[in-house]
C-alpha cells in the first residue's frame, strides 16, 4: 500500500510539473482588473498541503500561523540553494523574515519540528553532505586560481591559504538560534567564499530572546535586501572584506504575553520595526487557539491519530525536497514575463496609494504596506524553486501576494491588540471577585515594573474600564488593598424591572416591561413595590437578588413639584404625588432610570442611594437606602419627563469616579445645596451652568432682580468665573428674555 500511495504522490508531481511547464512556456495573458482583487487570490497549493498537515498533526485550526511557518522553511531552502529572482534587471536574493505569535498551547515547536524533521529533513541531509562540499570545493579552487593569476603566487600556496581560510572560519550551521555578532559575520564570510548556502535564524520566544540578540537583529537589518553586510573598521578576523552577497533569513516566534509586556521588551519591539523590521518581516498572529478537532467524538480522534496516510504524504514530500537539494538545483535565477512584472508593478502602486491615506502617525504601517510587493517578489521566488521551476508564473505571484496581504492583516491585528491596562482590567473583570496586587503580579507577565509603572497601568485600566462599562471597586482591609472589577450592561428602557406584591412582606414578583408603561402601574390602588427582587419573593435584606436599574426618591417637604421638575429637567423621570400631598406641602415620589443595571450587596446598596442623596438638590428621605424599602402605589396623575438616565458612575462606592465626586462635593463649602447640585454637574460648560441655575429660580417664582442676585453669587463660586460683561450679555439676557416669554404666556 505504501508503494502505490508513493506512486500516487509521484504522479501528482509529475502532473503539477507538466502543468506549470505548460504555463511556462505559453505567453502570459495580459493582467485583468479582476487580476487586481487581491482578496480573491488563491495560496500557494503546496503550502496548502503543508499546512493541512501541521493542522492535523497538531489538531490546531488556525492556518494563517501554518502559512507563515512553512513559507518561511520553504524560503530556507531556496536561500540555501542561492535561488534569486530576476525582477526588473535586478537579481534579488531569495530569502524571508518573519515573527510569528501566537498564545500558550499552540503547539509552536511541535509544528516547527514536523517540518524540520519529516518535511525538510531530507533536503537539510542532502545539502549539508554533498551540495554543500561539492560546490565550495569548486568554488575555493576557483578562488585559489585567481588569486595565482592576480598575486602571482604558486598554486600549492594559493590552494592552501583559501583552504586554510575557509576551514578556520566556523563550522556550517543550517540554522541557529543564537549567535555572537562575530560568529554571525564569520559564518557570513564562509558562506560568501562556497557561493552555496544561507544564514538561518530562529529567534525562539522571542520576548524573552530578544534583548540577548539585539546585536545580531541590527546586522541582519542591513543583509536583508540584498544579502549585504555594512563593514565596520575595526581590527577583526570575522569583519574580513566578504566575496559576495549571502542571503539571510530570520524567524521569530513566541507568545505574545511575553513579547507585549507593556515595558521595555514591548519598546524594543517596535522600535525594530520603526528602525526597518516593520518593512522587512511577514507578521503571523494568532490571538485565540481554534481546536480543529474539539468536536469530535472520542472515536473519530481516533481514527485520524491512526491514520497512516498524513504520514506517508510527508514521506513524499519529503522525497521530492530531497531532491531540491541536489547540485544541479543551485544558483536558479528565476524569471517571470513582462505580464507577471506588471502585476507586482501595479502592487506596489495600489499599495502605495493605501499608504496616502493612512493617518501620520501610522509609519511602521506605512512602511509595512508600502512595501509588501518586494516580500511577495522574494517568496514567489521560493515557490516558483519548489514547484521546480525557472519562471515565477502568475500563480506565483498571485500566491504571494495572498501571503503578504494575511500578514499585512495580521499585522494589524498587532498594532490593535489589547495593550497592557486593556487586557489589566478584562483580567479583573474576568475573574468576577476580589483580587490583590500580589495576584496580579503573580497572573499576569506584563504586569511587573515598578511601583509608579504598575500604578500608572492601574490609572489607565481604570480609565479604559470606564469608557468600556467595566467599574472597579477598591477596599482595603488590615492595610492590604483589594480590588474588584465589574462589567455593567447598559439599561434597556424597554426592561425596567420591578417586583409587585398586594402583600407588604411576601408574594413578590419581577416584572420586566418598558418604562412608558411604568405609570400605569403605579398609579393603581393596592399594590406594594421594590426596586429590587427576592429569593422566594420574600422581601427581607437576606433575600436580596442583586440586580436593579431604577431609584426611587421620596420628597416629603421643602421642595415643590414644579421646583424639582425644574431641578431634574435634564434627566428622564416619572413623578407622582403621594397620599399625603397637598397643594401646600408637595410630598412626591421620583423614579430615575440608571444608566446601567446594577448588582449591589445590601451595604453597597445603602451606600451608593445614599451617593445619589448627597448629590440632589433637595431633601429626600433616607430611609429608601434600604435595599428592602417598599413602595405603595396611589392614583395620582404622574408627571413624564424625556431625558438622560442617571450616570451610576458618579454614585458606585469604593470607585476613583465617586471618590473624585465626593472630593469635589467637599471642596464646596459655601453653597446650599442646590447650588452645589449646579456646580458640580455643569459638564456642559460655565455658561450653561449659570444659566441653567438661573432658569430654575425663575421658574420658581423669582423676579428677574432676584434671580440676578442670587445668578451672581452662583457664579462667583465657579472655579471660573464669568466676567461681568459675559455674565450680562449671555446670562442675564437670557434671563430676561425667558422672563418676557412667561409673562407673555401667563396674560
Known sequence: MKKIYLDVMEDLRDERYEKNKKEKTMSESLVKEEDYNYSTFKFHEMQEDLVDILVKKTGKDERSYFRILVAYKMAEIASHMRTSVDYLGSEVPVNLYAVNLATSGFSKDMSMNILDKRIFGRFREAFEKHTLPSVAELNLQSMADLRVVADGIEQNKADRDVQFEYHNLPKFLYSFGAATIEGYKALRNKLSMAEIGATSYIIGEIGSSMQANAEALTELLNSYDMGLSKQKLIKNDSNAEMYGAVPSNLFMFGTQSKLFDGGKIEQDFFSLLEEGYGRRLFYGYVENIKASMAKLTPEELYDIQMDTTTDLMMTSLAASYEKLGDVGYANQKMTMTKEVSMLFIKYRSDCEDKTDEMKSHEDVKKAVTAHGYWRAVKLAGAYAFVDEMTEITMDHAKAAIALVEQSNQSFDDIAKRPTSYVKLINYMADVDREITQVELVENLPFYKGSEFQKKEMMTLALAHGYRNKIVVKKTYSDGVEFFRAERLDDTDLDKMSIAWSTDMTHGYVEHIGPWKELPEMICKTGYHYTVNTWEGGHRNGDNL????????????????????????????????????????????????????????????????????????PFSVDDGTSDCARKWLSNTSTPILNNGKMLDVYDFLPNTKKQEEMHEASAKITDADSVQKYFLLNHSSGRNNAARDYAFMLLDNGHSSDEVILLARDFNSKLANPLSTKELSSTVFKSVYKKEAAMELKNK
Open 545 to 616: 437578588i442583586p440586580g436593579f436599574n431604577m431609584c426611587i426618591l421620596d420628597v416629603d417637604g421643602g421642595t415643590s413639584i414644579k421646583a424639582a421638575q425644574a431641578l431634574l429637567e435634564e434627566y428622564e423621570y416619572i413623578i407622582y404625588e403621594t397620599k399625603r400631598s397637598t397643594p401646600a406641602n408637595n410630598r412626591f415620589r421620583v423614579i430615575i432610570p440608571l444608566s446601567h443595571t446594577l448588582k449591589l450587596k445590601r451595604d453597597d446598596f445603602k451606600e451608593f442611594m445614599n451617593n445619589v442623596f448627597e448629590f440632589m
